[in-house]
């Protein structure tokens, strides 16, 4: 009796765990509303409870989070390899996979130095798998270099494209859990769970991630480093320098990360500042700090990235860099990076500067439209997931336990689509892929709202947006929501990397063995891509006179898009007859 006794007035292992428990959540949830510090060490605790321990969970339903987990990330790994063996390469792509292959065989910094280098080294580790001839003899540009390395170096152009894409892959998976945990540490598992499955079925998130770019990977890493900023308004220590790693790879990808630097630097500040909440005294002077141990963590990345690369740190660019004044060449000036990196920036004002063409709901024009990047994203959004979007965004501003979270999950990629607004190259909405990244977090906040029928509005609206993803397997990159009229009908309204990449010369070429064999053709490709190589003989109808263009007319989408001139009569006077991929066009003359 007298053992069972002390064995009652011990506290019930359930019922600490569960006050554990609370209190944890409490604190992830909103850390800044606690005025009153832990008990530490010595201090009063409540009398223990002598409440029976509640049952433990069955092991089916510990198991159940993790697997409903991996069935999300499977089926976005499904769609992603099953796109990646499919499409040929895209316009940019053969660049990227040509300077992994000299920086592993040469070791210079030479092709594509308008980037910097930390996204084609992750390529790099793919190239390194297909292990392919390179010809370092070859004296093209970077586009010219990165043909001759697929087409007429003697590699298999197939196995070397997607060994180059799977690192994207699954780095793009990874992404997904930080959308996941982010979402979890804010609202709980099914928020997680919520978060996760907007980011799984996203056309645009698939569509980017299955390619060996580097969009994908730059706004990835800027999502982790908000996640890791808002765990470290707990623990300071570990997340801040993790925080100044995920920024520094951002930075070591694209330079387009840049703007978002004094919103991380702030947040920085911020959380180490609110972690000091117990002793306000040199609570300024700490977070100072926090923000200086992130820009220089960040920077050595940078530094690292390049170093990698060419420890010598030679400067051997392969065009021409022009020279930038004023404000943008003191910026460019002042940066503490190599000055490859400042080349790039160089490189990238100066293609600011081009005119290039833009094509919005139907109307080609010259120039830019600062409302570009909305309207895009109104197009290629799932209608549920823009619903969603909208709704989290007022939750985790109007909740008071979710307020402190706003900045950490909204504010980043506001700043980062304002600096996008402004740039002279509409062409798709791949330079907004952080928005669907940060969105899928606050969306799945919805369900931390107590109204009862939160989560089946929201479990309905996941649904349908996984259905609109599903339809358009296995083409997402010319994918538009319902209201659009769906990816058939994107390239009325879009244009390049939104609908035609040159992601289809492959489909192409079967189309053309399977339905029209013999057949004349005629063929205006916008692409990287060589047809020949897959079997497509074809002449440029632009370069003989009109009334001998007779047989098949094949033009790429993005090409219909800005027709003008005799490529626009030879258009208007034939009959289209079949589409490939959703982005190009069979006409019959």
Same mark, same amino acid.
């Given at each position: 009796?007298?053992?069972?006794?002390?064995?009652?007035?011990? /506290?019930?292992?359930?019922?600490?765990?569960?006050?554990?428990?609370?209190?944890?959540?409490?604190?992830?949830?909103?850390?800044?509303?606690?005025?009153?510090?832990?008990?530490?060490? !010595?201090?009063?605790?409540?009398?223990?409870?002598?409440?029976?321990?509640?049952? %433990?969970?069955?092991?089916?339903?510990?198991?159940?989070?993790?697997?409903?987990?991996?069935?999300?990330?499977?089926?976005?790994?499904?769609?992603?390899?099953?796109?990646?063996?499919?499409?040929?390469?895209?316009?940019?792509?053969?660049?990227?996979?040509?300077?992994?292959?000299?920086?592993?065989?040469?070791?210079?910094?030479?092709?594509?130095?308008?980037?910097?280098?930390?996204?084609?080294?992750?390529?790099?580790?793919?190239?390194?798998? @297909?292990? #392919?001839?390179?010809?370092?003899? &070859?004296?093209?540009?970077?586009?010219?270099?990165?043909?001759?390395?697929?087409?007429?170096?003697?590699?298999? /152009?197939?196995?070397?494209?997607?060994?180059?894409?799977?690192?994207?892959?699954?780095?793009?998976?990874?992404?997904?859990?930080?959308?996941?945990?982010?979402?979890?540490?804010?609202?709980?598992? @099914?928020?997680?769970?919520?978060?996760?499955?907007?980011? @799984?079925?996203?056309?645009?998130?698939?569509?980017?991630?299955?390619?060996?770019?580097?969009?994908?990977?730059?706004? !990835?890493?800027?999502?982790?480093?908000?996640?890791?900023?808002?765990?470290? +308004?707990?623990?300071?220590?570990?997340?801040?320098?993790?925080?100044?790693?995920?920024?520094?790879?951002?930075?070591?990808?694209?330079?387009?990360?840049?703007?978002?630097?004094?919103?991380?630097?702030?947040?920085?500040?911020?959380?180490?500042?609110?972690?000091?909440?117990?002793?306000?005294?040199?609570?300024?002077?700490?977070?100072?700090?926090?923000?200086?141990?992130?820009?220089? *963590?960040?920077?050595?990345?940078?530094?690292? %990235?390049?170093?990698?690369?060419?420890?010598?740190? +030679?400067? %051997?660019?392969?065009?021409?860099? #022009?020279?930038?004044?004023?404000?943008?060449?003191?910026?460019?000036?002042?940066?503490?990076?190599?000055?490859?990196?400042?080349?790039?920036?160089?490189?990238?004002?100066?293609?600011?500067?081009?005119?290039?063409?833009?094509?919005?709901?139907?109307?080609?024009?010259?120039?830019?439209?600062?409302?570009?990047?909305?309207?895009?994203?109104?197009?290629?959004?799932?209608?549920?997931?823009?619903?969603?979007?909208?709704?989290?965004? *007022?939750?985790?501003?109007?909740?008071?336990?979710?307020?402190?979270?706003?900045?950490?999950?909204?504010?980043?990629?506001?700043?980062?689509?304002?600096?996008?607004?402004?740039?002279?190259?509409?062409?798709?909405? +791949?330079?907004?892929?952080?928005?669907?990244?940060?969105?899928?977090?606050?969306?799945?906040?919805?369900? @931390?709202?107590?109204?009862?029928?939160?989560?089946?509005?929201?479990?309905?609206?996941?649904?349908?947006?996984?259905?609109?993803?599903?339809?358009?397997?296995?083409?997402?990159?010319?994918?538009?929501?319902?209201?659009?009229?769906?990816?058939?009908?994107?390239?009325?309204?879009?244009?390049?990397?939104?609908?035609?990449?040159?992601?289809?010369?492959?489909?192409?070429?079967?189309?053309?063995?399977?339905?029209?064999?013999?057949?004349?053709?005629?063929?205006? &490709?916008?692409?990287?891509?060589?047809?020949?190589?897959?079997?497509?003989?074809?002449?440029?109808?632009?370069?003989?006179? /009109?009334?001998?263009?007779?047989?098949?007319?094949?033009?790429?989408?993005?090409?219909?898009?800005?027709?003008?001139?005799?490529?626009?009569?030879?258009?208007?006077? %034939?009959?289209?007859?079949?589409?490939?991929?959703?982005?190009?066009?069979?006409?019959?003359?």
């Amino acid at each position: 009796m007298g053992r069972l006794d002390d064995h009652s007035r011990r /506290p019930a292992a359930g019922d600490t765990a569960g006050r554990k428990m609370a209190h944890e959540q409490h604190s992830v949830l909103d850390p800044g509303t606690r005025d009153d510090p832990p008990p530490r060490d !010595g201090a009063e605790h409540p009398p223990p409870s002598t409440t029976p321990a509640p049952p %433990s969970p069955r092991p089916a339903r510990r198991w159940l989070l993790p697997l409903l987990v991996v069935v999300l990330l499977g089926q976005m790994a499904a769609a992603m390899v099953t796109t990646a063996v499919q499409q040929t390469p895209t316009i940019d792509e053969p660049i990227y996979v040509a300077t992994a292959a000299d920086y592993l065989h040469e070791h210079r910094v030479r092709l594509n130095p308008e980037h910097p280098p930390l996204g084609k080294l992750v390529i790099a580790a793919g190239v390194a798998v @297909a292990d #392919p001839h390179v010809d370092a003899a &070859y004296k093209g540009d970077q586009g010219k270099f990165g043909r001759h390395l697929l087409y007429e170096s003697g590699n298999d /152009p197939w196995r070397l494209m997607f060994w180059a894409r799977l690192p994207m892959i699954v780095l793009t998976l990874l992404f997904g859990l930080v959308v996941f945990a982010f979402a979890r540490e804010l609202a709980g598992a @099914a928020a997680g769970l919520a978060a996760l499955a907007l980011y @799984a079925f996203s056309p645009d998130v698939i569509a980017q991630g299955s390619l060996a770019t580097l969009d994908v990977p730059a706004a !990835g890493f800027v999502l982790t480093s908000a996640w890791l900023l808002w765990r470290a +308004r707990r623990r300071p220590k570990p997340y801040v320098p993790l925080a100044g790693i995920a920024l520094g790879a951002g930075l070591a990808t694209k330079m387009s990360v840049l703007p978002v630097v004094p919103v991380l630097l702030g947040l920085a500040a911020w959380s180490v500042w609110r972690a000091g909440h117990e002793d306000r005294r040199g609570a300024l002077l700490r977070a100072a700090a926090a923000a200086a141990v992130v820009a220089v *963590v960040a920077m050595a990345v940078v530094w690292a %990235s390049y170093l990698v690369v060419d420890p010598r740190l +030679r400067r %051997s660019p392969e065009q021409s860099v #022009p020279a930038v004044h004023g404000l943008k060449g003191l910026l460019v000036r002042i940066l503490p990076f190599p000055e490859s990196y400042r080349d790039g920036m160089r490189i990238q004002f100066g293609l600011e500067n081009y005119p290039w063409q833009g094509f919005l709901f139907g109307h080609l024009y010259t120039g830019s439209r600062w409302y570009y990047l909305p309207a895009a994203l109104l197009v290629k959004t799932p209608l549920g997931m823009l619903a969603l979007w909208a709704a989290g965004a *007022v939750v985790v501003v109007a909740v008071r336990r979710l307020r402190p979270a706003a900045p950490y999950v909204l504010l980043a990629p506001a700043v980062l689509l304002a600096s996008a607004m402004t740039g002279s190259r509409d062409f798709g909405t +791949r330079y907004a892929i952080f928005v669907p990244m940060f969105l899928a977090v606050a969306a799945g906040l919805v369900l @931390a709202l107590r109204w009862r029928w939160a989560p089946l509005v929201t479990g309905a609206l996941v649904a349908f947006v996984a259905v609109s993803s599903v339809r358009t397997f296995p083409y997402y990159l010319p994918y538009s929501n319902e209201a659009f009229g769906g990816p058939a009908k994107t390239h009325l309204r879009l244009h390049d990397s939104n609908v035609d990449w040159g992601q289809d010369l492959g489909r192409l070429a079967d189309r053309l063995r399977e339905r029209y064999p013999g057949e004349r053709i005629w063929l205006v &490709y916008k692409g990287s891509g060589v047809p020949a190589y897959y079997g497509i003989h074809a002449a440029d109808p632009r370069k003989v006179p /009109p009334r001998q263009v007779r047989g098949l007319l094949v033009v790429s989408d993005s090409s219909v898009a800005k027709a003008r001139g005799r490529l626009a009569a030879l258009i208007d006077s %034939s009959r289209p007859v079949d589409e490939v991929g959703h982005s190009i066009t069979i006409y019959r003359r």
